[in-house]
């Protein structure tokens, strides 16, 4: 194992507090900042997302992450306050900078381990002797080692996206399906979607495609186009009708969609159901039947009806 001890330098611990900005964000609209040193984010009461480089992660108590050397971030906050421990530090002349060049270090600190070196960390800072430093960086060091564990342990409960817990993910996945089913009349765009749900569009879709095997954007088109059929074959609408009636938006897309799903136009979906389902009698049917005479043989015969469907 590295011993990292050496190579840690640390520049501020700080106590936190984010009040709710009450506003729909996305990672293109929050303004984020960037520094040239890692920052350590413990989550010690609340909810929200930490956006890291326009991805949102989703943090509550006892969530962990570390940000790496300049990459841009920001917190959302939509509901309650967060409030956090932060820890400003960097890894300085090491061969081996397995946080800033390695996989993201973000866990749940199950046990309270973590919980109980930051509070350590809170009491040094508070500390005026000269051994306080290097105190808390020996924490930070213990701090990022029980992290690479969680991190490497397939048993550990993990944090937020990286491995959220089944009951979360369906909860997710059924705000999603409700969202859909809400408003599927209307021309929403996936990115509409994820901003009224407070969710990362690209972390929204991979949600949803790692779940059900379909992209959003094709199971939205397909819910669409199980409506715009039964307006089709059910009604006398026009097709511009059923376009905007269904959420198309346009009768262009409508025709554009639906060809490439079904095969054939709407219109042609139409007149093939008319002519499948739609059936014609004769005039005067004939029923053809057979009885047995009671003087031996068998006697054939015929009549017409006029009314077929009685």
């Given amino acids: 194992m590295l011993d990292i001890l050496p190579y840690l330098k640390v520049y501020t611990f700080i106590r936190t507090s984010y009040i709710p900005t009450g506003k729909k964000v996305s990672s293109e609209t929050v303004n984020q900042h960037w520094h040239s040193y890692c920052q350590l984010v413990y989550v010690r009461r609340g909810t929200g997302s930490v956006i890291i480089d326009g991805s949102f992660f989703p943090v509550s108590e006892g969530d962990v992450v570390i940000i790496r050397r300049n990459e841009p971030h920001s917190f959302a906050i939509f509901e309650e306050k967060l409030e956090t ?41 508070d500390a005026t002797d000269a051994l306080s430093t290097k105190i808390i960086a020996l924490e930070l060091c213990k701090i990022i080692l029980l ?17 959220e817990t089944d009951s979360k993910k369906d909860a997710l996945l059924n705000k999603i399906d409700a969202y859909i089913q809400a408003n599927l009349h209307k021309n929403f765009t996936i990115r509409d979607m994820s901003s009224d749900l407070y969710m990362e569009y690209s972390y929204l ?106």
């Fill in 85 to 125: 421990y932060e820890l400003k530090f960097d890894i300085v002349s090491s061969e081996e900078d397995f946080i800033n060049d390695g996989p993201r270090l973000f866990c749940r600190d199950s046990d309270g381990a973590i919980r109980r070196a930051i509070k350590q960390i809170e009491q040094e800072s």
């Fill in 147 to 163: 992290m690479r564990r969680i991190s490497s342990n397939p048993q550990a409960e993990p944090a937020a996206e990286l491995a």
């Fill in 205 to 310: 879709s991979r949600l949803f495609s790692a779940k059900y095997g379909v992209r959003l954007k094709q199971y939205i088109n397909q819910k669409r186009l199980v409506n715009a059929k039964e307006l089709i074959t059910g009604t006398d609408m026009t097709m511009t009708e059923i376009a905007a009636k269904c959420g198309f938006g346009t009768l262009y897309r409508l025709e554009r969609i639906f060809k490439a799903e079904v095969g054939i136009s709407p219109s042609e979906f139409r007149n093939d159901f008319n002519h499948k389902y739609h059936v014609t009698f004769e005039a005067n049917p004939e029923t053809h039947f057979q009885f047995e005479d009671p003087k031996g043989g068998n006697i054939n015969g015929k009549h017409s009806q006029d009314n077929p469907c009685v």
